[in-house]
Each structure stands twice: as C-alpha cells, then as structure tokens.
C-alpha cells in the first residue's frame, strides 16, 4: 500500500499569513502514460464532508479561491494557502489515487493563532 | 446540482449486518467510478472499496481488512451505490461516506457498532 505522510499536523496561524502543508507518498504518483499527478487536496470544516480543493496535484476545483494552490511531483507535494483568512479553518487532507487501497495522509489541522 | 445522499446508517450490535445505500444525482452516474470511504472517530479517512462503471465491466477493488466482509454493488438505473456490511465489529465504528471519483462526496451516514 502506499504510505501518505502528512505535515504538520497542526497549524497555529494568523489571518492573512501563507502557510504550506506538506505530503510525502511511499511511491510515485506520477504515471507515465499522461504524465499526471494522481495525488488530491480535500478541506474538511467541523460537521461537514470533505470537499475536493485540488486535484491532478496542482488543478484546482472549480469555485476554489485561487490562494489555494497545490504543486509538486513524484513523491513530494504541497498545498500553499496564501493570505488564510477566517474561513480557511478546517483539517486539510491529502490522498492518492494513483492505485487502490487509495490512501490518505493523517490531515493538517489549521488553527488561528 | 450534485447530490449524494447516504442513509441506512445506525446503531448495530458486534457481529450484525447494515446496508447502506447512496442515491445520487446531478452528474452522470453510470461512467463514475463510485466508492465508499469512512471517516473513524479520530477523523482518519479510510478508503473501503470502488466499483467501476459498466465498460469496465464494473470492476471492483477493495481494501484488505473488509474483502469478505464489505460488498459494493450499484444500479445504473437508480443512479444508486450500496456497501453490505457484515459480521461488524466495534472498529468499523465511523461516519461512512459514497464518492463519485475525487470530486463529489455525500454528506455521510455515521455507523455505531456496540453492544
């Protein structure tokens, strides 16, 4: 299986700072036959589902602020969250679909300072 | 608008059964590769299976730890995925969620196995 290994775990920020997160796969995730990422960013608020924020790495989902930006390739990944405002509190979670079991990393808890 | 909305969740006694069902709509179902994912109470998101879609032949792939005890299955005409859970056990305690690939998730079911 492949091992997702997220950091941090947790974030303590102010409004208006960048942060990154960082995820690490035991395994490429790039496949060669369309040279994509198979690597996604989901955001996770109190009492709701996940919602897809990034995919492919680095597109973006439709109606995701562009502060949100997913870069990276291979084995090595990060989400950029530039200028946080209130509202981008939440537990980030990285996962790959590359190949099943899909795996997730174990999510990035985003605090205000 | 996409939906996805799972129901047949609740409190179930250790070695029971659960079926859950997740009916959709907004997209187009029938070439989604649909899968289940649940969330434990320590907010770790668990991977459980996937089914393809009919073309190709609607391939199913599950995680180890449930092969034998978990079934996924769908209905194209309903627009509907469901995960027959068996022989429960305290550990598969969570909030089980139906997705349509990586873009769309339901709102989740939360499943108690206790006794």
């Known amino acids: 299986d492949i091992v997702m290994t997220q950091s941090p775990s947790s974030l303590a920020v102010s409004a208006g700072e960048t942060v990154t997160i960082n995820c690490k796969s035991s395994?490429?995730?790039?496949?060669?036959?369309?040279?994509?990422?198979?690597l996604a960013w989901y955001q996770q608020k109190p009492g709701q589902s996940p919602k897809l924020l990034i995919y492919w790495a680095s597109t973006r989902q439709s109606g995701v602020p562009d502060r949100f930006i997913g870069s990276g390739s291979g084995t090595d990944f990060t989400l950029t969250i530039s200028s946080v405002q209130a509202e981008d509190l939440a537990i980030y979670y990285c996962?790959?679909?590359?190949?099943?079991?899909?795996?997730f990393g174990a999510g990035t808890k985003l605090e205000l300072k | 608008e996409v939906q996805l909305v799972e129901t047949g969740g609740g409190l179930v006694q250790p070695g029971n059964s659960l079926k859950l069902s997740c009916a959709t709509s907004g997209f187009t179902f029938s070439t989604a590769w649909m899968n289940w994912i649940r969330q434990t109470p320590g907010k770790r998101l668990e991977w459980l299976a996937q089914i393809e879609d009919k073309s190709n032949n609607y391939f199913i792939s599950y995680l180890e730890s449930v092969k034998g005890r978990f079934t996924i299955s769908r209905d194209d005409s309903k627009s509907s995925v469901y995960l027959q859970m068996n022989n429960l056990k305290e550990e598969d305690t969570a909030i089980y969620y139906c997705?349509?690939?990586?873009?769309?998730w339901g709102q989740g079911t939360l499943v108690t196995v206790s006794s």
């Open positions: 997705t349509a690939q990586v873009a769309y």
């Open positions: 395994q490429s995730l790039l496949y060669s036959g369309n040279q994509k990422n198979y």
């Open positions: 996962q790959q679909y590359y190949d099943t079991p899909y795996t």
